[in-house]
């Protein structure tokens, strides 16, 4: 009966509607009202009332949510908490600020590491240890703001009961990290050792391989990180077994080739000659390497391979063979009265190392005979005659000649070896050439004497003893080419023989003399000497360098010292000079090199002299005249 008279309800409602809009509008929006009420008065009770308490909760919850959401609105909802700390009600400007003061004093407290006996106390800085406030608050902002009904509510409840606490990450540098647990790993870690093949002479042994231990890196890595993040600091680490790269298995085949290898002696042979090698010389050209056992590779992945070392066979085939080869000579300059000319390179005749190898296993290792026909090819110099007429070298630069006595014997034998060692030097564009390099250290292994040097300010007897000589030479030829001068020192003493202010003192480990090659082409050294001079020459490309010089007055002039020594054996009154004074001064000489007219560099040559002191000797020795004698008549 309801449903008939709503049905006619509607029917007698139907033209209202369409003549009165306004009050149809009203009457559409009961008519869901009263369907659902129809709805709900055809269920049984109990189901009417469940439904209707649950949509009067829901309508409650979403107010309520609609509340809390405004009431946190800009702020990170109530209860919520970081790593314990409390940031509910708070911006995300403040919770930055909140989290940073209370998650620091946990970061800045160290944690002990412990391995085997030893321990470590690493703090934050040493593994770079940090927490993302920034994010830690942005994460605390999104609570409640998520997506779908469910998960809002749910999180907004969690944080009013105290249940949203996020765990702040730590994050580290892991080149630091890498660095801490490595130390701590070559503390207490042992390597593990290959298994490798011993040969001595003929007798040839396999090692086995040993295990080894250490930390377990990515674990620790791991539990490091998570100690920085907690209240337990302290971290024990346990060693692990590490296998060998390489076992035993991985090196028999090196050992089996190394057994044949020295099985037997070996024949070289070239043309119609013949050489014999001994098996214990062969076993010394045995050399083993890993193959496949670095990076990290599995335990027991690597093997070892056996091969012939090639410098130690060069060492021992080529002085053999030498008859039959033939050393390549580089293209040299030879000088003659302000010339210069090219002596052409020569090829030379030597042993094919890579070839030979090749051959030599193969005769090692074939099972056939052990002979090996030896491999030979053409050896080109270092300078070939294309190369060293490329380097411009043509003209003279220029020349200095400087004398000496020729009574002086080791002096004048260090002279010749200097120059000797100087002759034929090559300075490549742009470089600077070094005196001391060049020479190198004067010993007596190389023929170098004793004789007079200034050491000190003194005279002394000095292996090399002479070398200021050559020092002073090619200073002056260098002054004289325009050339740039890179390191020049006067001697400590005025030496009256050597040109004014143009002296040059050197020394092994102590002061040197260098020049530049400012040209685009080479320069070559010359020398040439008798017994009593030497002259040093420059050869190069014409530089059009024109050298102007000034040589200043002494200035600063100091008086010399006289210190006398009593000599009994000498009578009262005499002096006898031992060592002639000199007196301290000082000079200027100035240089000034032109091209094409025009300055191009002007150079200052100060020279500061020390006052030599003056040794005399003065005699004490007292002498009783003579009293003639009387006779009586």
Same mark, same amino acid.
């Given at each position: 009966?309801?449903?008939?008279?709503?049905?006619?309800?509607?029917?007698?409602?139907?033209?209202?509607?369409?003549?009165?809009?306004?009050?149809?509008?009203?009457?559409?929006?009961?008519?869901?009202?009263?369907?659902?009420?129809?709805?709900?008065?055809?269920?049984?009770?109990?189901?009417?009332?469940?439904?209707?308490?649950?949509?009067?909760?829901?309508?409650?919850?979403?107010?309520?949510?609609?509340?809390?959401?405004?009431?946190?609105?800009?702020?990170?909802?109530?209860?919520?908490?970081?790593?314990?700390?409390?940031?509910?009600?708070?911006?995300?400007?403040?919770?930055?600020?909140?989290?940073?003061?209370?998650?620091?004093?946990?970061?800045?407290?160290?944690?002990?590491?412990?391995?085997?006996?030893?321990?470590?106390?690493?703090?934050?800085?040493?593994?770079?240890?940090?927490?993302?406030?920034?994010?830690?608050?942005?994460?605390?902002?999104?609570?409640?703001?998520?997506?779908?009904?469910?998960?809002?509510?749910?999180?907004?409840?969690?944080?009013?009961?105290?249940?949203?606490?996020?765990?702040?990450?730590?994050?580290?540098?892991?080149?630091?990290?890498?660095?801490?647990?490595?130390?701590?790993?070559?503390?207490?870690?042992?390597?593990?050792?290959?298994? %490798?093949? @011993? +040969?001595?002479? #003929?007798? &040839?042994? $396999? =090692?086995?391989?040993?295990?080894?231990?250490?930390? !377990?890196? *990515?674990?620790?890595?791991?539990?490091?990180?998570?100690?920085?993040?907690?209240?337990?600091?302290?971290?024990?680490?346990?060693?692990?077994?590490?296998?060998?790269?390489?076992?035993?298995?991985?090196?028999?085949?090196?050992?089996?080739?190394?057994?044949?290898?020295?099985?037997?002696?070996?024949?070289?042979?070239?043309?119609?000659?013949?050489?014999?090698?001994?098996?214990?010389?062969?076993?010394?050209?045995?050399?083993?390497?890993?193959?496949?056992?670095?990076?990290?590779?599995?335990?027991?992945?690597?093997?070892?391979?056996?091969?012939?070392? %090639?410098? @130690? +066979?060069?060492? #021992?085939? &080529?002085? $053999? =063979?030498?008859?039959?080869?033939?050393?390549?000579? !580089?293209? *040299?300059?030879?000088?003659?009265?302000?010339?210069?000319?090219?002596?052409?390179?020569?090829?030379?005749?030597?042993?094919?190392?890579?070839?030979?190898?090749?051959?030599?296993?193969?005769?090692?290792?074939?099972?056939?005979?052990?002979?090996?026909?030896?491999?030979?090819?053409?050896?080109?110099?270092?300078?070939?005659?294309?190369?060293?007429?490329?380097?411009?070298?043509?003209?003279?630069?220029?020349?200095?000649?400087?004398?000496?006595?020729?009574?002086?014997?080791?002096?004048?034998?260090?002279?010749?070896?200097?120059?000797?060692?100087?002759?034929?030097?090559?300075?490549?564009?742009?470089? &600077?050439?070094?005196?001391?390099?060049?020479?190198?250290?004067?010993?007596?292994?190389?023929?170098?004497?004793?004789?007079?040097?200034?050491?000190?300010?003194?005279?002394?007897?000095?292996?090399?003893?002479?070398?200021?000589?050559?020092?002073?030479?090619?200073?002056?030829?260098?002054?004289?080419?325009?050339?740039?001068?890179?390191?020049?020192?006067?001697?400590?003493?005025?030496?009256?023989?050597?040109?004014?202010?143009?002296?040059?003192?050197?020394?092994?480990?102590?002061?040197?003399?260098?020049?530049?090659?400012?040209?685009?082409?080479?320069?070559?050294?010359?020398?040439?000497?008798?017994?009593?001079?030497?002259?040093?020459?420059?050869?190069?490309?014409?530089?059009?360098?024109?050298?102007?010089?000034?040589?200043?007055?002494?200035?600063?002039?100091?008086?010399?010292?006289?210190?006398?020594?009593?000599?009994?054996?000498?009578?009262?009154?005499?002096?006898?000079?031992?060592?002639?004074?000199?007196?301290?001064?000082?000079?200027?000489?100035?240089?000034?090199?032109?091209?094409?007219?025009?300055?191009?560099?002007?150079?200052?040559?100060?020279?500061?002299?020390?006052?030599?002191?003056?040794?005399?000797?003065?005699?004490?020795?007292?002498?009783?005249?003579?009293?003639?004698?009387?006779?009586?008549?």
């Amino acid at each position: 009966m309801t449903d008939t008279t709503e049905t006619e309800t509607s029917k007698i409602e139907e033209p209202t509607v369409v003549s009165t809009p306004a009050r149809s509008r009203g009457r559409a929006h009961r008519a869901p009202k009263r369907a659902v009420l129809g709805w709900l008065s055809g269920m049984p009770a109990a189901a009417r009332w469940s439904i209707i308490v649950g949509a009067t909760l829901v309508v409650l919850l979403l107010v309520a949510v609609g509340a809390d959401m405004g009431l946190s609105a800009g702020r990170i909802h109530p209860g919520v908490r970081v790593a314990g700390v409390a940031v509910g009600g708070m911006t995300r400007t403040e919770a930055i600020a909140a989290i940073d003061t209370g998650i620091k004093p946990l970061l800045e407290r160290p944690i002990k590491v412990t391995a085997e006996a030893d321990s470590w106390d690493l703090t934050a800085a040493q593994v770079g240890a940090s927490v993302d406030a920034s994010a830690l608050a942005t994460a605390a902002y999104g609570i409640g703001r998520g997506t779908g009904l469910g998960g809002v509510v749910g999180e907004r409840l969690a944080a009013w009961f105290g249940r949203e606490d996020i765990p702040f990450a730590v994050s580290v540098d892991e080149a630091l990290v890498s660095s801490v647990l490595g130390q701590i790993d070559d503390a207490v870690g042992v390597a593990a050792v290959d298994a %490798s093949v @011993e +040969v001595t002479g #003929t007798d &040839v042994r $396999l =090692v086995p391989s040993i295990d080894g231990k250490g930390i !377990d890196r *990515t674990a620790a890595r791991e539990r490091i990180i998570k100690a920085f993040a907690s209240e337990e600091r302290t971290v024990d680490l346990a060693l692990v077994t590490r296998g060998a790269a390489i076992s035993e298995d991985g090196a028999r085949a090196a050992y089996d080739t190394a057994l044949k290898m020295v099985s037997g002696p070996l024949t070289l042979v070239y043309d119609t000659k013949k050489w014999e090698v001994s098996a214990q010389t062969v076993g010394g050209w045995l050399a083993f390497r890993s193959v496949g056992a670095t990076g990290g590779v599995e335990p027991g992945a690597g093997t070892l391979e056996c091969y012939l070392d %090639s410098a @130690e +066979v060069s060492a #021992t085939v &080529v002085p $053999l =063979v030498k008859e039959v080869g033939k050393v390549a000579k !580089d293209a *040299t300059f030879k000088v003659s009265n302000g010339t210069v000319s090219i002596v052409p390179a020569q090829d030379g005749l030597g042993v094919d190392a890579e070839d030979l190898a090749a051959r030599l296993i193969q005769a090692l290792t074939g099972g056939g005979e052990r002979v090996a026909e030896l491999a030979m090819k053409r050896v080109e110099p270092a300078i070939t005659t294309d190369m060293a007429k490329s380097m411009g070298i043509s003209t003279r630069l220029a020349t200095y000649t400087t004398t000496y006595s020729a009574s002086n014997k080791p002096r004048v034998n260090n002279i010749h070896l200097l120059a000797d060692a100087l002759d034929g030097t090559l300075i490549p564009p742009g470089g &600077v050439f070094s005196f001391n390099e060049t020479i190198g250290p004067r010993t007596a292994e190389k023929g170098y004497q004793e004789a007079n040097a200034i050491v000190n300010g003194k005279l002394v007897p000095q292996l090399g003893g002479g070398v200021c000589q050559i020092g002073t030479t090619i200073f002056n030829t260098v002054f004289f080419s325009g050339l740039p001068v890179v390191e020049r020192h006067n001697h400590s003493l005025y030496i009256s023989h050597y040109p004014k202010g143009r002296d040059a003192t050197v020394s092994w480990g102590g002061p040197d003399f260098k020049f530049r090659n400012d040209t685009s082409n080479w320069i070559l050294v010359a020398t040439a000497y008798t017994n009593s001079s030497v002259t040093v020459s420059l050869y190069g490309t014409e530089t059009g360098y024109k050298v102007e010089y000034q040589t200043g007055p002494f200035t600063n002039t100091v008086a010399f010292p006289v210190r006398e020594i009593k000599d009994p054996t000498l009578p009262v009154g005499t002096k006898i000079v031992d060592e002639k004074g000199a007196s301290g001064r000082t000079v200027v000489v100035t240089r000034v090199v032109k091209k094409n007219g025009a300055v191009i560099r002007t150079d200052t040559f100060k020279s500061v002299y020390k006052p030599a002191e003056e040794v005399v000797r003065v005699g004490t020795k007292v002498v009783t005249p003579s009293t003639p004698s009387t006779t009586t008549p």
